[in-house]
């Protein structure tokens, strides 16, 4: 099954949540393109119609290669839904002290409604399309490379770099 992101209508940035929770500073200020990997990770959260009701997906993505590096999905949109995706990539790259932890204050992003029939058809959708992405979808960002393929690079001009040592 392929996924293809249809945009309903134009998206308007937005700079502030109506809600009454607060809101961190935004300490990145637009800097989308950290040197190193595990500095800057982003996340997001998006949902997938099934016949059986809508499945949540929740990102973390690194910015230095735009590797995604924790995800999970979910029938509802709950804060466990980000901390369990949160949770991963820090348990897979462990990150250092300082991780700057940037999200959209709330706002979510949608594609055009695909209907599936069940969430574990969505299910192993993504995990195979986060495969195909991490692994063979280029970036300009990474210099046209994979997000894989860019953080190999790195790491073989960078001893301490060594989350890719079971990686090829």
Known sequence: MEFVTIT?????AKTDSKHDKPIAKNKLKRRFNPKKPN???AGDITYIKTDEGWLYLAIVMDL???QIVG??????????????AM??????????????WHTDRGSQY??????YSTREQVRASIFEYIA?????????????????????????????FSVLKNVA
């Open 8 to 12: 309903r209508k134009p998206y308007k």
């Open 39 to 41: 500095r800057v990770y």
């Open 64 to 66: 230095f290669s735009r």
């Open 71 to 84: 995800w999970s999905m979910a029938d509802h949109m709950k804060t466990s839904l980000v901390n369990d």
């Open 87 to 100: 949770q991963m990539a820090i348990w897979q790259r462990k990150p250092p002290r300082g991780l700057l």
């Open 110 to 115: 949608i594609s055009k409604e695909h209907r």
């Open 132 to 160: 195909v992405f991490n692994r063979i979808r280029i970036h300009f960002a990474n210099d046209y490379l994979s997000p894989v393929e860019f953080e190999f690079q790195h790491a073989k001009n960078d001893s301490n």
